[in-house]
């Protein structure tokens, strides 16, 4: 078949090339079916939308909570022993100077101690991956939900198009909440309440 007269078939169906009518069985169902509570907006909670949104907002932050912190303890550890050594050459050796310094060595240390312990408590290099690997796991189940849905329209019999949008849409919903139940498992999992160590 040339290109023109496939064109022109297509054109003839309604330029769409989708084999099922905007009144057919199958395109109200599937119509139907993004109504309903998983395949709805962002908006709504348990939708795929939201979780997708969730995983979104929340891996850029712990991202920068992890890359801050640890940047800001090299830092801080690198500078700490230059200050406890040569601190008293830059501000002087009375007793004011000393006191100055040996603050800034205790705020210091008192610093990388705090951002340390608060990366080992929230995990945030480890919650980073965690939500990074579910987010593109949920792009990778909605590409999979739109790729079967347009199968489906393009599908000329109606019974089997309807059993591939149920197969597509148990498979969505069950990989969807799979990801989720296993992120949050993995994620507390790893949560422990900070122990203290004897002075």
Known sequence: MSVGSTLSTMISEGGTGIRNPPDSVVTKY????EKTP???????????????AYYESRTPRKRSFFRTSGVLVILLSAALPVVASF??????SDGTAIAYKNLAVSIMATAIA???????FFHWDATWRGYTQAMFELYEIRAEWE??????????????ALGMLREAQR??????YDVAKSEIKEYFTRQSFPKSKNV
């Open 114 to 120: 705090v951002l340390t312990g608060l990366n080992a």
């Open 30 to 33: 599937v119509s139907d079916l």
């Open 171 to 176: 498979r969505a919903i069950a990989g969807a």
């Open 147 to 160: 790729a079967r849905k347009a199968e489906a329209l393009l599908e000329s019999n109606p019974d089997h």
């Open 38 to 52: 998983f395949f709805a907006g962002r908006e709504t909670r348990g939708s795929l939308a939201s979780m997708i």
């Open 87 to 92: 601190g008293n050459t830059f501000l002087g």
